[in-house]
């Protein structure tokens, strides 16, 4: 066995050809296997491998009809990008053997009512396009499906119901339009025109308070982010301007024609949307990214327009490839590229914007931000002749509309753009971008430029980005992250604090103990309180015991959190009021202020062990002090990662609590009779579940002031903003502002799950029908979103 | 009604590799049992001028990271090229072997791989000279790796002299 890590052959643990494991024993593996691979690259065309595998499935039927009608559920649900092979196949089993196809009609209803009860909404529409597309295969009567649009439909006549669950019963029967709209005007044109016009109705009378959330952009140039059930009723209604004629969908089955007309078709059964429960979850409202048009892509073939039903089919069957594959990230790339009918269109501008697309989505990306960053790499190695160049391109675009770009995207912008440079040794043109320098350093262009550097210094060293940059852009390059020591200057040792904090440091070299840096302290004048009993909050012994220990600290990060862990008791001791965190903090800053990275990772290290809490780090960032770091992007860092933390310490608790729940139930089910120590064991239980009760709701209040304390901060700075301008009479919309409201958005859009439990509070509380209607219109935008 | 299919969503980034320590303190079984658990992951191919304050941030992009652990020559006591990152969830560590491994920190490819989980000792390089077996062994110049291996620096050493 080699001893060494990986062999260099490749950079990853995906070999280049699948490894052959043993012959699969069982032949359900083998179907799996064989009806999971169709449609892949063959040397026969896919019509005679479809062929053939319908042979095969049909002479396995009598014993494996299950496994069958299983896997071919399954593919319907996971694999929406080869939808039409999937009918095919099925139109061909059909007409081979009419009561199976009966039996998978039956089945995929089955999975469509599961699907719908569990929430998975996203995959319900996909078993809906494959059951409509199954009547271009003459499985289903063109009517049944007619019959299931009008029930989906008559959802939108509901009353009191939320309006993303009639946009979701919409959506399902005009995203399957583009498959199946020709056939069912052919046979049922005047039910479809009703059907047609009661969804205009709906459409034009649902509210849409939430796009302006939504949107990338702010500005409708040059392209508009449509709401995404707007952009595809302009996709429909063109499509059906155009008789319904769609050219871009492969459709294996026409060449199937003479032998699946042949074929016996059945009808759906009755289907009624499942009623309205509080435990639906429907899926939020969408914006359609849009960055390119027919005028991006130079030569080649042309981009179709974007209500073009061809955009919407293409966007489809990409963004499912990445659903399907973002693990691999070789296969994905290899997948989006290899896109059927890939000749016709200019397949890297859509992969690129498509990736883009789900990279910006707000409130937050399907996949973790990283895989998109590697994604686009891998696509650049497999195509570098052309890819690279589109990335640029669009990285380019993006930069010039930098100005109406929302915040949180530009964030994510920010932490792609440095991670992509950093594989490529930050190589770019600069000085194409030499216009920033001539705007104020606070408008988004220089300011990105700045946050970008800043990254990228974080992936390298200082020097390295000095060098990369020309010598006209200094004034955007991130300061030298070195510290900031209150007491180096040795010759002004009247700054309080100067001797004792040579005493400190000497005790810590000569390895003290808690308890004799505390007696070492002890000294230490108190000004804030004249009546010093010792234990009360005394910021000079904070100030000088923080910065000499982070400064004898200061190598690495390793180095600083030994420190804090070391003198643990000291800092818990010293920081024990709500001030003396605060204070805490304060010094953090003031020695790293040229760090911000070792900022964050200290305030996480402390918040961790619990030297200063959630609340105090969102008081500091909101803090007088603070204003001037106030739209920095590592600041929202640090606020966001300090919220994830207190959602997960609750979540955790919660989980014990239901396991300790639950580990009584089964106690409870398993109990004969008054057995003593099976008692004992219960009451023990029944302790441990009231003291587990107790702490979860602690933490959910604990939780809850952090959520009151940050709005109610962005409340008292904005409105503060606002009055100001008013007064002055001058715009309020001022680089500051912007950053500010959508900081704000972005703590709703990133946090709405946990928020929506204290709905209540917040608008008892904060925001009320006093407040700015600006302010309060991100409170209605957010509202909206489940509304 | 979750059915998966096996044949579809391969997931192979995040396998276990060849690679077994043979100072592991236990059997294969187990040591196989502790890598499929894991959220610690070994990182090579480091340049020695790689810090903890790169790797914390390249890592960070696939979760909260626990603890990084940098590898050193064991008699120098310098970094020489690997480290440990220590994730607080095993999903945390699976994306940044699907999205972090093979691609570049400090210019160079690096490699992750399971681990076991941390033991004091296992932050030495363990070839002779100090710092990684791979070290000892390799004949290319790599300037960010202290140059030529430890072997072929000893031969043209021997070289030099033997030329007078």
Known sequence: MSRRRHADENDGGQPHKRRRTSEPVEIEDRLESLICRVGEKSTSSLESNLEGLAGVLEADLPNYKNKILRILCAVARLLPEKL????????????????????????MIRQLKETLKSNLFNEAVYLVRFLCDLV??????????????????????????PQVRCDWYVYAVLSSLPWVGKELYEKKDVEMDRLLNQIDGYLKRRQKTHVVMLQVWTADKPHPQEEYLDCLWAQIQK???????????????????????EALQHNLPPFTPPPHSDSAIYPMPRVIFRMFDYTDAPEGPVMPGSHSVERFVIEENLHCIIKSHWRERKTCAAQLLSYPGKSKIPLNYHIVEVIFGELFQLPSPPHVEVMYTTLLIELCKLQPGSLPQVLAQATEMMYMRLDTMNTTCVDRFVNWFSHHLSNFQFRWSWDDWADCLTVDLEKPKPKFVKEVLEKCMRLSYHQRIVDIVPSNFSALIPADPIFTYKY?????????GYTMSLSVGNAIKNRASNEEILTVLKDVPNHEDDDDEGESFNPLKIEVFLQTLLHLAAKSF?????ALAKFHEVLKTLSDSDEGKLHVLRVVYDVWKNHPQMISVLVDKM???????CVAVANWIFSQDMTHEFTRFYVWEILHSTIRKMNKHVQKIQKELEDSKEKLEKQHQKKDSGDEDEMEEDSQLEEQIERLQEKVESAQSEQKNLFLVIFQRFIMMLTEHVARCETAGTDLNTPWYKNCIERLQQIFLMHHATIQQYMGTLENLLFTAELDHHILAIYQQFCSLQA | MSVQLNALFSDSYVEISQYRDQHFKGNRYEQEKLLKQSS?????????YTTEEQVYELFSKSGDVKRIIIGLDKIKKTACGFCFVEYYTRADAENAMRFINGTRLDDRIIRTDWDAGFREGRQYGRGKSGGQVRDEYRQDYDPARGGYGKLTQLQRNTDGRNKF
């Open chain 1, 136 to 161: 271009n295969c003459h499985v289903i009567a063109a009517p049944s499906v007619v019959a299931l649009f009008e029930n989906f439909v008559c959802v939108t006549q509901e009353d009191d119901v």
């Open chain 1, 607 to 613: 918040i961790r062990t619990q030297i200063v809490d």
């Open chain 1, 84 to 107: 039409t092979i999937y009918t095919t196949l099925v139109g061909l089993l059909n007409a081979r053997n009419y009561n199976f196809g009966g039996e998978f009609v039956e089945a």
């Open chain 1, 558 to 562: 390793s180095h600083s959190f030994s």
């Open chain 1, 488 to 496: 180096a200057d040795e010759s002004n040792t009247s700054i309080p």
């Open chain 2, 40 to 48: 610690t992951l070994y990182v090579g191919n480091l340049s020695f």
């Open chain 1, 239 to 261: 499509l059906k301007k155009d008789r319904w004629q769609e050219r871009h969908i492969l459709r294996p089955y026409v060449a199937f024609d003479s032998v699946l007309c």
